[in-house]
């Protein structure tokens, strides 16, 4: 989004493999591993290690699945992000809706479990909600310097965690005895699925790898990677640490502490092993704590970044590039429901929108096989389509084991967010069968008034890339991909373009031939704002650029050298120019400042000679140019007022209407434009001359 002084922000693509496994592991290795095999061992016994073992196992669905969406689709918002592209919109905010809820309420059940550890050991008589406060406010400050910043503090929080885990667990390892093994099945296997169902949380986190995606260094192989490796190492880690638990002191004892952990590793190596609990529990509990408030932020931005929440909510800070506003948000709902001290009340809420979120995503993958099966999948799901179906039954299967209270909640929450969606009256009309032609003078008009610009170029030649290299640099000499900003999709017909692609840009890529109309509607109408034919031949470009207008794409543009085509391109209302460089200009105008009427470039791109319209209600309105802060490297070239041509001088007065020509280098025209087409603010508000 834009900052303050009209520069783009995007995020930092600066987290490789390690950091994105601490990602995930920060946010599965959380706090119930310390708690919840003291209730797995009131409910099976020591049939909880193979709870523990099967739930791995299973998870293994939802993980290779999200392997493969994460890999094809690297964007900001995780789950909501693939269903955004995959599964129709309500659907997608929905999805959405519930990761949102489910990590911001998992959130507070972690500030919970970290107050209520320090008042226990710490800090006797220590207020609960001044607690949840406290580490609300320092995660919040930590999350807001960025991902990067916020995992530097989580990766020493979780060594530690995961040393103390492992290293009690091992000398715990001697003092495993077979006879607190037998029964192994005590209550019988009738409480083996109940009992799945209430570790599942302890296995919610891997996907959270998948929300920094646009973060994250070379997505397509480095997502897939880190998801495997945080499912193997947990599964593996948390099958021990509850084998050593179970098979080193009698099931029935363990049952009736609130501490398992801590309660072990006093028993078996007295103070020591205690404090060391105590400590692996509190990092625990900040680690899944950051790790998933900063994940929240990153879903809320992407609800406000599509439209489904006010705009601000998709803004970045200026200086740390985070979705700031989101996380503001995320934390305030934390601090209210944490304050309350319940545990079992958030996580209740908390498990219900983890299930109904994987379920859907997991879902997705079919949706993108059957939707899109030319986009690019760098990982591949085998024994497709079992493996979704399997993952989406294993999600939802547990909805009904939950506790009764969890569909009210739930319930509520579900139409909670269905009021927000369909309060929005386009949405409501998502719901009409709308004919064809109506549905696309909807999209038009949804489009314009969309900040954000979705692109899709058919053709990774040089040209493409060109264009390209225009819309995600930050500047005339750096290019720096603006995921925050600009989304690109690319059509390309060759493999070893398609991996040149891949390896550059990040983003999006279906391979085949974009002259097909089934390979556009791959693409679908509600990802794009703009098509640009840029491949290497002309008359593949003008049938690109011909089937793009009969899909009912309004900003449509072809790549030409022949002028002979632009008259027939033209009549469709296809723009067609010559320059790729003119091009990229001409898309940002289009979507950024849709009054500028003309653009030239000059000098192959030193300079341009653009129009604009002077709107009603302008700063500029009734001001002399010599009064206007023009950017120095440009000037006003001409004022076309109606039939009359005016020289610009120093005291020509600009008015309402005014057809305004600039010349200059593009950064500085559009600092230029910006200032002549902004409005006056409404009465009573703070005004500033421009």
Same mark, same amino acid.
């Given at each position: 989004?834009?900052a303050?002084?009209?520069?783009?922000? $995007?995020?930092?693509r600066?987290?490789?493999?390690?950091?994105?496994?601490m990602i995930?592991?920060?946010?599965m290795?959380?706090?119930?591993?310390?708690a919840?095999?003291?209730?797995l061992?009131?409910?099976?016994?020591?049939?909880?290690i193979?709870?523990?073992?099967a739930?791995?196992?299973l998870?293994?669905?939802?993980?290779l699945n999200y392997?493969?969406l994460?890999?094809a689709?690297?964007?900001?918002?995780?789950?909501y992000s693939?269903?955004?592209?995959?599964?129709?919109r309500p659907?997608?905010?929905?999805?959405?809706?519930?990761f949102?809820?489910?990590?911001?309420l998992a959130?507070a059940?972690y500030?919970?479990i970290?107050?209520?550890t /320090?008042?226990?050991?710490?800090?006797p008589?220590?207020?609960i909600a001044?607690l949840?406060?406290a /580490?609300?406010?320092?995660?919040a400050a930590?999350?807001?310097?960025?991902?990067?910043?916020a995992?530097r503090i989580?990766?020493?929080m979780?060594l530690?965690?995961?040393?103390?885990?492992?290293?009690?667990?091992?000398?715990?390892a001697f003092?495993?005895?077979?006879p607190?093994l037998r029964?192994?099945a005590p209550?019988?296997?009738?409480p083996?699925?109940?009992?799945m169902?209430?570790?599942?949380i302890?296995?919610?986190g891997?996907?959270?790898?998948t929300?920094a995606?646009?973060?994250?260094?070379d997505?397509g192989?480095?997502?897939?990677?880190a998801?495997l490796?945080?499912?193997?190492a947990?599964?593996l880690?948390y099958v021990?640490?509850?084998?050593?638990?179970?098979?080193?002191t009698?099931?029935?004892?363990?049952?009736?502490t609130?501490v398992?952990?801590?309660?072990?590793?006093?028993r078996l190596l007295?103070?020591?092993?205690?404090?060391?609990?105590?400590?692996?529990?509190?990092?625990?509990?900040l680690?899944?704590f950051?790790?998933?408030?900063?994940?929240?932020a990153?879903?809320?931005?992407?609800?406000?970044?599509?439209?489904?929440?006010p705009?601000?909510l998709a803004?970045?800070?200026?200086?740390?590039?985070?979705p700031?506003?989101?996380?503001?948000?995320?934390?305030?709902?934390v601090?209210?429901?944490?304050?309350?001290?319940?545990?079992?009340?958030?996580a209740s809420?908390?498990?219900?929108g983890?299930?109904?979120?994987?379920?859907?995503?997991?879902?997705?993958?079919i949706?993108?096989?059957t939707?899109?099966?030319?986009?690019?999948?760098?990982?591949?799901v085998a024994?497709?389509p079992l493996?979704?179906?399997?993952g989406?039954l294993?999600c939802?299967?547990?909805?009904?084991?939950?506790?009764?209270?969890s569909f009210?909640?739930?319930g509520?929450?579900t139409?909670?967010?269905?009021a927000?969606?369909?309060?929005k009256?386009?949405?409501?009309?998502?719901?009409?069968a709308?004919?064809?032609?109506?549905r696309?003078l909807w999209?038009?008009?949804r489009?314009?008034?969309?900040p954000k610009?979705r692109?899709?170029?058919? &053709?990774?030649?040089?040209k493409?890339?060109n264009?390209a290299?225009?819309?995600?640099?930050r500047d005339?000499?750096r290019?720096v991909f603006?995921?925050a900003?600009?989304?690109i999709?690319?059509?390309?017909q060759? $493999?070893?373009?398609?991996?040149?692609?891949?390896?550059r840009?990040?983003?999006?890529?279906?391979?085949?031939?974009?002259t097909?109309?089934e390979l556009l509607?791959?693409?679908?109408?509600?990802n794009?704002?703009?098509?640009?034919?840029?491949?290497d031949?002309?008359?593949?470009n003008v049938?690109i650029a011909?089937?793009?207008r009969?899909?009912?794409i309004?900003?449509?543009?072809?790549?030409?050298?022949?002028?002979?085509?632009?008259?027939?391109l $033209?009549?469709?209302g296809?723009?067609a120019?010559?320059?790729p460089?003119?091009?990229?200009?001409?898309?940002?105008?289009?979507?950024?400042r849709p009054?500028?009427?003309?653009?030239?470039?000059i000098?192959? &791109?030193?300079?341009?000679l653009?129009?604009t319209?002077?709107?009603?209600?302008?700063?500029?309105?009734?001001?002399?140019?010599k009064?206007?802060?023009?950017p120095?490297e440009?000037?006003?070239?001409?004022?076309?007022?109606?039939?009359?041509?005016? /020289?610009?001088r120093?005291?020509?007065?600009?008015?309402?209407?005014d057809?305004v020509v600039?010349v200059?280098p593009?950064?500085a025209?559009k600092?230029?434009?910006?200032?002549f087409?902004?409005?006056?603010?409404?009465?009573?508000?703070?005004?500033?001359a421009?």
């Amino acid at each position: 989004m834009a900052a303050g002084n009209g520069q783009r922000v $995007e995020f930092r693509r600066n987290i490789g493999l390690f950091m994105a496994v601490m990602i995930g592991i920060g946010a599965m290795m959380g706090p119930g591993i310390f708690a919840l095999p003291s209730e797995l061992a009131g409910m099976v016994g020591p049939l909880g290690i193979l709870v523990y073992l099967a739930m791995g196992l299973l998870t293994a669905f939802t993980a290779l699945n999200y392997s493969e969406l994460g890999a094809a689709i690297p964007l900001a918002g995780g789950g909501y992000s693939f269903t955004s592209r995959t599964l129709p919109r309500p659907v997608a905010f929905f999805t959405g809706w519930f990761f949102w809820i489910g990590n911001t309420l998992a959130c507070a059940m972690y500030a919970v479990i970290f107050a209520v550890t /320090v008042r226990a050991y710490f800090w006797p008589g220590a207020d609960i909600a001044l607690l949840v406060v406290a /580490v609300t406010v320092v995660f919040a400050a930590v999350n807001l310097r960025g991902m990067s910043e916020a995992l530097r503090i989580i990766t020493v929080m979780n060594l530690v965690e995961l040393a103390v885990l492992v290293g009690v667990a091992a000398l715990g390892a001697f003092h495993v005895k077979a006879p607190n093994l037998r029964p192994l099945a005590p209550m019988g296997l009738a409480p083996f699925f109940p009992a799945m169902a209430l570790i599942y949380i302890s296995y919610v986190g891997f996907e959270l790898i998948t929300v920094a995606a646009e973060e994250i260094v070379d997505p397509g192989k480095t997502i897939p990677r880190a998801i495997l490796i945080t499912l193997l190492a947990g599964t593996l880690i948390y099958v021990f640490v509850v084998w050593v638990m179970m098979g080193s002191t009698p099931y029935r004892e363990l049952a009736r502490t609130h501490v398992p952990f801590i309660f072990v590793g006093d028993r078996l190596l007295g103070p020591w092993g205690r404090w060391a609990g105590i400590l692996a529990t509190v990092m625990a509990s900040l680690s899944a704590f950051s790790v998933t408030l900063g994940a929240s932020a990153r879903v809320l931005y992407a609800l406000g970044r599509d439209g489904h929440f006010p705009a601000p909510l998709a803004r970045l800070h200026p200086r740390f590039r985070t979705p700031h506003i989101a996380l503001g948000i995320g934390s305030l709902v934390v601090v209210v429901f944490g304050s309350s001290g319940i545990i079992r009340f958030v996580a209740s809420m908390s498990d219900f929108g983890y299930l109904m979120g994987l379920g859907i995503v997991n879902w997705a993958v079919i949706a993108l096989h059957t939707r899109m099966p030319n986009l690019r999948r760098p990982f591949r799901v085998a024994l497709y389509p079992l493996v979704p179906i399997v993952g989406t039954l294993s999600c939802w299967a547990f909805v009904p084991a939950l506790e009764a209270r969890s569909f009210l909640l739930g319930g509520a929450l579900t139409l909670a967010g269905g009021a927000i969606y369909f309060a929005k009256k386009s949405h409501r009309d998502e719901l009409d069968a709308i004919p064809r032609g109506l549905r696309i003078l909807w999209l038009r008009a949804r489009a314009r008034r969309r900040p954000k610009m979705r692109v899709l170029i058919v &053709g990774g030649g040089k040209k493409g890339r060109n264009i390209a290299n225009r819309l995600l640099a930050r500047d005339e000499f750096r290019l720096v991909f603006r995921s925050a900003e600009h989304k690109i999709t690319f059509i390309e017909q060759d $493999e070893q373009v398609c991996r040149e692609l891949e390896q550059r840009y990040h983003v999006p890529i279906f391979q085949g031939d974009g002259t097909k109309k089934e390979l556009l509607e791959q693409v679908g109408l509600d990802n794009v704002d703009v098509a640009i034919a840029a491949s290497d031949d002309d008359g593949r470009n003008v049938i690109i650029a011909l089937q793009a207008r009969r899909l009912g794409i309004e900003h449509v543009i072809a790549i030409l050298e022949d002028p002979d085509y632009v008259t027939l391109l $033209e009549e469709s209302g296809v723009v067609a120019i010559s320059s790729p460089w003119a091009t990229a200009a001409q898309v940002e105008n289009y979507l950024d400042r849709p009054g500028v009427s003309e653009l030239t470039e000059i000098g192959t &791109g030193v300079a341009s000679l653009v129009g604009t319209i002077v709107p009603e209600g302008a700063r500029v309105a009734g001001r002399a140019i010599k009064d206007i802060a023009i950017p120095k490297e440009c000037v006003v070239a001409a004022v076309i007022r109606g039939q009359k041509f005016v /020289v610009p001088r120093g005291g020509t007065e600009i008015r309402e209407g005014d057809h305004v020509v600039f010349v200059g280098p593009a950064d500085a025209i559009k600092r230029a434009l910006d200032l002549f087409v902004e409005k006056r603010p409404r009465a009573g508000s703070r005004d500033r001359a421009p």
